[in-house]
T-cell receptor
Framework: TQLLEQSPQFLSIQEGENLTVYCNSS?????LQWYRQEPGEGPVLLVT?????EVKKLKRLTFQFGDARKDSSLHITAAQPGDTGLYLC??????????FGKGTRLHILP | DTGVSQNPRHKITKRGQNVTFRCDPI?????LYWYRQTLGQGPEFLTY????????KSRLLSDRFSAERPKGSFSTLEIQRTEQGDSAMYLC????????????FGAGTRLSVL
């Protein structure tokens, strides 16, 4: 069974601090997506990474796909209250099946 | 492109009633997925369609749940004889089977069973 473990589950930090959340698996994924979800809404796609070692930047967010395509990280620089939300990673594995992690709930304190 | 649309956004029902949700995917997408999400958890896969064919169903999808996509466009998810444990957010996503199969989500239908 393919699993995606996200850590930490919860993170509460002050505005302006930096943070990193992780998404790990023992399985290889052909691609990996990061989503952000706000309460009462559906997940919104942030980025897709497909190549081992790939790094993508989206303003203050930096996404990295591990060399072996089994793990990924999301780094946020100078966090702002608008970054608050549930961050989900999702990997595309065997048979096009998409596996979701349980998410990291991020709260940025003003 | 209006994105993935789900209706209704909220549904409150009494235990034992039947409910039906609708999902309209992104028009050029041939795959459509249904997920259930409870508070603080990631989405749990329920079922998916490629065009009008239902290709996979999760063990989470009990006999009270049925999904259809009769013309390969919109889909409906029906829950019969609802139970309090069915209370959750029901999410729909669509994708194009070629390429990376990236899924785009609707805003969800929040079901509350009293």
């Amino acid at each position: 069974t393919q699993l995606l473990e996200q850590s930490p589950q919860f993170l509460s930090i002050q505005e302006g601090e930096n943070l990193t959340v992780y998404c790990n698996s023992s399985s290889v994924f052909s691609s990996l997506q990061w989503y952000r979800q706000e309460p009462g809404e559906g997940p919104v796609l942030l980025v897709t990474v497909v190549t081992g070692g790939e790094v993508k930047k989206l303003k203050r967010l930096t996404f990295q796909f591990g060399d072996a395509r089994k793990d990924s990280s999301l780094h946020i620089t100078a966090a702002q209250p608008g970054d608050t939300g549930l961050y989900l990673c999702a990997g595309a594995g065997r048979d096009d099946k998409i596996i979701f992690g349980k998410g990291t709930r991020l709260h940025i304190l003003p | 492109d209006t994105g993935v649309s789900q209706n209704p956004r909220h549904k409150i029902t009494k235990r034992g009633q039947n409910v039906t949700f609708r999902c309209d995917p992104i028009s050029e997408h041939n795959r459509l997925y249904w997920y259930r999400q409870t508070l603080g958890q990631g989405p749990e896969f329920l079922t998916y369609f490629q065009n009008e064919a239902q290709l996979e169903k999760s063990r989470l999808l009990s006999d009270r749940f049925s999904a259809e996509r009769p013309k390969g466009s919109f889909s409906t998810l029906e829950i019969q004889r609802t139970e309090q444990g069915d209370s959750a957010m029901y999410l729909c996503a669509s994708s194009f089977s070629s390429g990376w199969n990236i899924q785009y989500f609707g805003a969800g239908t929040r079901l509350s069973v009293l």
